[in-house]
């Protein structure tokens, strides 16, 4: 695993340590710089952040540890409202991966794909998914090494909070095991009707469903036998 720890005020986050039940999955709708995204969140008073940010190489950059937390869920109580449940602090109950993504595309020509900023995005990292993602088909593609790196972290925090990874295809939208606390992987769609990240790159979905927790076979012992053997009679009546 391929960590580089970065300066981070410790201003920009909670440091409070709190229980982790959940992770969420982010991309960070920006270039490939991950440290610059913990630069660019320190330039804010929002406590917006997630402890880790991957670049396209796989390079995971940590701000502050993943027992400590900051907002990278932007809740609203109405979300909950609509699902008929309680408001939770999910960002403080969970840990957030941002990748560096522009997420989806435009295509403005034969080969020709922009971003929201109108940047042009290079044909090979350009990514057609079978089924339109909330009205996009075409997407700044997520990097092997990326993809990668999200399972090491997953496969780390699994081990050291026990949260499992057990993958659910309600997790592309408002998920209501995801607002109600229940321990898991999600992306932010699961929480925010209005977001689009993680969208389902099926390398990504590929790499979740290889996690899902596999339940061991229990194969029946025939059972062992409470009745005594008869033993033979002589044809003689004992006394």
């Known amino acids: ?47 917006v952040a997630t402890c880790v940010v991957i670049d396209s190489k796989g390079l995971i950059a940590q701000g502050f540890s993943s027992t400590k937390w900051a907002y990278h869920l932007g809740l609203k109580t109405n979300t909950f409202n609509n699902q008929g449940l309680a408001f939770q602090p999910l960002d403080k109950l969970s840990i957030g991966i941002e990748i560096c993504n522009w997420g989806f595309l435009k295509e403005v020509g034969k080969g020709k794909y922009v971003n929201y900023v109108n940047r042009e ?31 090491e972290l997953l ?49 990504l979905i590929e790499m979740l469903k290889s996690l899902t927790a596999k339940k061991p076979v229990v194969v029946a012992k025939p059972k062992a036998s409470t009745k005594q053997p008869k033993a033979k009679s002589s044809g003689k009546s004992k006394k």
């Open 155 to 203: 496969l780390l925090w699994n081990d050291r909070y026990k949260i499992p990874l057990d993958y659910n295809d309600d997790i592309w939208g408002i998920c209501s095991r995801a607002l109600s606390a229940q321990p898991g992987v999600y992306t932010h769609n699961s929480v925010r009707k209005d977001k689009t990240d993680v969208y389902p790159h099926p390398g």
């Open 1 to 47: 695993m391929n960590i580089k720890q970065v300066t981070f005020g410790a201003a920009h986050y909670i440091n409070e340590e709190t229980p982790k039940k959940q992770i969420y999955l982010h991309h960070t709708a920006g270039n490939d710089n991950a440290e610059g995204v913990f630069k660019y969140w320190e330039q804010t008073r929002d406590r």
């Open 121 to 151: 995005v290079p044909l090979d990292q350009v990514i057609k998914l079978d089924t339109p993602f909330k009205g996009h088909q075409f997407w700044h593609n997520y990097t092997d090494a990326q993809i990668e790196a999200v399972k």
